[in-house]
C-alpha cells in the first residue's frame, strides 16, 4: 500500500537563511507589567539589546502597587525606545497587552510579560525567517523555562532549520492534541495578521495566548525555528500557569476552542469537524485524569468531577477507551486499583508516552 502524502497539507523542513543586511525591520514588544518592579529592568534590556532589528518597548503598568511604574518611566527617560502606559485602574492581563497592542508600529509584534526575557538575537532570527516567508503569521522556537531569581546565563543560539505548517495543518494538530504547545514570550507575530485577526479575548482569564495562536494559524501560515532557545520562561507561583490546577485548566482550554470555532473558526470549511476533534481529545484527557486519581495510593481528588466534564464536552466519551479503563478501576475501588499490575503497566505506559512527548516538543515544538 503506498503512503499519500499531501504537499498541499505537509510541514516543510527548510535550511535558514539570515536576514538581509538592507533590511531594518521594526518589532514592537509590549511588555504587561503588574507588580513585577525586580523583574522588569532585564525584561526590557533583553529586548533593546536585540541585535539586526529595530526594537521599541511599550511598557503597559497595570496599575502595580509596587515601584514598577516608577522604574518604567526611568527606562523611559533612559531610552527613547521605550514607552509606558499607566493604567488608572486594573485591567488584567489581556486588557494590558490589547492597550500595548494598539499603540505597536512594528511590521512585528512580541508579547513579553516582565518577569520574562528574550534571548540574544531571538527576535533577529524569527525575523529573517518571517521576511523569507511572508505567508507565516506566527513564528515560535522552544522557550527556557527556570525558576531560580535569575534567568539561565547562556542559551543555544545555533539555528538547525526551520519548519513551515501550513495554518490549517498546524491548527488541525492542535485539535487532535488538545493543549498549548507555545508557552508565550517565544513568539514573533506579523503585526498585519494581527490586525485582520484581532488582539486577545478579554473573556479569557489563562488561555487567551493559546486561542490567539489558534486563530492566527487559521489566517495564515506557523512555522518554528529548530535549535536554539528563543525566551527565558520564568516558572512561579504568581504566573498564571503556576497557579492553575489541571480541572482549571481543562476548562480554560475548552473555553478556547469554543472561542475559536464561535468566531473566526466558524468561516473555515472544517470548522466543526476540528471543534469536535478537540472536544474528543480534552475529554479523553479528562478520563485519563479520572484514571489516574484511582492510580495513586492515596486518593485527594475525586474522578467525578473529571468524569463530568468529559461528558459535558463531547457527549460521546462513554465510547472513548478511557472509558472503558475508568469503569475496570471502578469495579475494583479506589484502595485496590493502585496494585492492580494491569494498571501499573498501563500507568507507566503513559508515562513513557507522555516523556515521548514531550522529548518531541522540544526538538521540532509540536
Known sequence: MSLHIDLRTAPRKLHPVGLPAELHPRVSVVVPCYNYERYLRPCVSSALSQPGVEVDVIIVDDKS????????????????????????SNKGPVGTFNDGLAQAKGEYLVRLDADDL???GALGRAVALMAAEPQVGLVY????????????STAKVQVASWTIWPGHTWLERRCRLGWNCITSPEVVMRASVVDQVGGQREHLAYAH????????????????IEGPDQAFHRDHDRSLTGSNSKMTDLIERRRVFDTLFDGLGASLPDGERLHTMACRSLAAEALDEACRTYDRAHVHDSPEPYVNFALAVFPGAASLHGWRRLEARRRVGP??????????????????RSRIQYRRWQRHGV
Do not use: K
Open 65 to 88: 502597587t509596587d515601584g514598577s511604574l516608577d522604574l518604567a518611566r526611568d527606562l523611559a527617560r533612559d531610552d527613547s525606545r521605550v514607552q509606558v502606559i499607566a493604567h488608572r
Open 209 to 224: 495566548d493559546m486561542e490567539m495562536w489558534l486563530r492566527i494559524s487559521a489566517a495564515s501560515d506557523v512555522a518554528h
Open 118 to 120: 528574550l534571548t540574544p
Open 335 to 352: 484502595g485496590v486499583a493502585p496494585f492492580v499490575p494491569h494498571f501499573f503497566t498501563l500507568a507507566a505506559s503513559r508515562g513513557i
Open 141 to 152: 522556537g522552544h522557550p527556557v523555562h527556570f525558576t531560580s531569581q535569575d534567568a539561565p
